[in-house]
């Protein structure tokens, strides 16, 4: 799938730990992870909101389209 996950990106940005980040969205850091790691088949919009509200970002800025080849290479990258 070529929804890529930049969660972690964000998270380096703001300083923040996963933990922390749990704590304050309310949701389980296993949950957290699974997004985190691009496996969700799915996320809340109540959920990337009150991401979005503690990161203080867009959800463009954890969410982003890559076209096949670019995902590929980004896949083969990990």
Known sequence: MPIVVNLDVML???KMSLTEL????G???ANLSVLKSGKAKAIRFSTLDEICKILNCQP?????YLNEEDYSKLIGNR
């Open 12 to 14: 380096a940005k703001r």
């Open 22 to 25: 749990s704590e304050r969205v």
């Open 27 to 29: 949701i389980t850091i």
């Open 60 to 64: 463009g800025d954890i969410l982003e």
